[in-house]
């Protein structure tokens, strides 16, 4: 399963994954590398900080060539029910558009856009029910898991109820840079705590469809049944890091926000 980053607060189901022998999905997450945190976060910057110019043909808001419902994040998206569009035709944009299944690298989605895909394809109702059938290959961009799945390295795009086959639970006061922070349908990865939030970055639709940075109240997270994973082969950060060598200082910047 795609494991929509419908996130927060929509529902969503687990299914395709059960029938992936856990085997499986061991013997391909071994052959991984071995991940440190700070090339985790290298990563995530890959996507959150990409520069791209939107054109018309990145957008479409219906059927794509093989009949899948396709609606990028543009800001046109709103005529469609949905105001968390956010590129514009002609307008330099930051951060890598959210695709439902998507599990692009900045270079493919770059050379996609190239190519005159579209850029990006938001999650819904209508996705969840059709999973891996509702993702269109005309499309590019990155969704929750595929984004947890790059920055930790991984040969495959792992979805959320995948996530924890290779992880192991921990406790919130013990999270450091590279875990992440998993629920039913959503995963984000903490970098660092402010205060009572926490400074992560993923793929997901709040405020806007992309890849981005974001703090989020400990509490909020807590009381939508979010919990804390470590990745069996994310390095311990070495004795001279600190993490707030990964610190976020958000300030007033918009980027900051906590979902509703």
């Known amino acids: ?81 949905d105001n968390r569009g956010w590129w514009e035709p002609g307008v330099p944009a930051k951060g890598m558009a959210y695709k439902w299944g998507g599990f692009d690298t900045p270079e493919s989605f770059l050379g996609g856009l190239e190519k005159g895909k ?35 390295g991984l040969p495959r795009h792992f979805s959320t109820p995948e996530l924890p086959s290779i992880c192991d639970p921990i406790a919130w006061d013990k999270l450091r840079t590279g875990d992440i922070i998993l629920k039913n349908g959503h995963v984000l990865m903490f970098a660092d705590r402010q205060g009572g939030y926490i400074i992560g970055y993923e793929a997901g639709p709040i405020p806007t469809w992309r890849a981005r940075r974001c703090a989020i109240l400990i509490s909020k997270l807590k009381d939508d049944g979010y919990t804390p994973w470590r990745y069996r082969k994310m390095a311990a950060p070495k004795s001279s890091d600190k993490e707030t060598q990964y610190y976020i200082e958000f300030g007033n910047s918009s980027e900051s926000a906590d979902p509703p």
């Open 1 to 81: 399963m795609r494991s929509p980053n419908l996130e927060r607060g929509f529902p969503t189901r687990f299914l395709a994954h059960c029938t992936i022998p856990a085997i499986t999905i061991f013997c391909i997450a071994s052959c991984a590398p071995k991940r440190t945190p700070e090339e985790a976060i290298r990563t995530a910057l890959t996507y959150t900080e990409l520069e791209w110019l939107p054109e018309a043909r990145h957008i479409r808001h219906g059927k794509d060539l093989k009949g899948i419902t396709v609606h990028t994040p543009d800001t046109t998206l709103t005529e469609y029910g």
């Open 118 to 152: 579209k850029a990006g394809d938001i999650a819904n109702t209508h996705k969840i029910r059709l999973d891996d059938a509702a993702v269109s290959q005309g499309s590019v961009g990155i969704d929750c898991s595929g984004f947890v799945s790059r920055c930790w």
